[in-house]
C-alpha cells in the first residue's frame, strides 16, 4: 500500500466518523433537515429494536421530530466505532460500516431522566457530496426511566 493510498482511508475514516457523530448532533438538536441530508436519497432508519419504527429517513425524521419533543434534554453518546470500509484490492472503496455503542441520556419535560444504551448499525456510500448513510439500526439493550439523582 502507498502513502497516497494510507492518506485516502485515513480520510476516509475521518469523513466517516465525522457522519456519526453529526447523525447524533442532528437528532440531539432536533435538526430534522440536516438529519435527512445525511442520509443517501433511498437511505432507510430502523428503530423497532428500541421501540420505534422503520423505514425511509424523511418518514423516520418525521417521527422522530414528534417522539423526541417529549424529551427536553437529549444527548446521544456514540462510542467504541468500529470502522470497516470496503477494500477493493489495497484502495478504499464506495462502501462502509460502522457499529458504535451509545448512551443516550435525556430528560423528560415531568424532568424525569431517562437513560437508554445499545448498539448502532451504520451503513454509509461514498456519495457525490461526500459520505452519507444508506442505513442506520438501532438495538437497544437497556434502558433506565426516573428515579436517577441529579448528578448522576
Known amino acids: 500500500m502507498t502513502q497516497r493510498v494510507d492518506l485516502a482511508t485515513v480520510m476516509d475514516r475521518l469523513a466517516v466518523d465525522d457522519l456519526v457523530t453529526s447523525y447524533a448532533v442532528a437528532v440531539d438538536d432536533g435538526d430534522w433537515d440536516t ?7 433511498d437511505g432507510r432508519a430502523d428503530y423497532r429494536g428500541s421501540g420505534g419504527i422503520e423505514g425511509p429517513a424523511a ?3 418525521e417521527w422522530l421530530s414528534r417522539t423526541m419533543r417529549l424529551f427536553t434534554v437529549r444527548q446521544h453518546l456514540i462510542v467504541n466505532r468500529r470502522v470497516s470500509i470496503q477494500d477493493l484490492g489495497g484502495y478504499p472503496g464506495d462502501r462502509a460500516e460502522v457499529r458504535a455503542d451509545y448512551i443516550n441520556p435525556m ?12 448498539r448502532y448499525g451504520f451503513g454509509l456510500a461514498r456519495t457525490d457530496t461526500g459520505w452519507r ?3 442506520v439500526v ?13 448528578n448522576a
Open 133 to 135: 448513510l444508506r442505513s
Open 107 to 118: 430528560r423528560l419535560e415531568s424532568g424525569d431522566d431517562f437513560v437508554s444504551g445499545g
Open 138 to 150: 438501532i438495538e437497544e439493550k437497556w434502558r433506565r426511566a426516573g428515579g436517577m439523582p441529579d
Open 35 to 41: 438529519y435527512r441530508a445525511l442520509f443517501t436519497r
Open 59 to 61: 418518514e423516520v425524521a
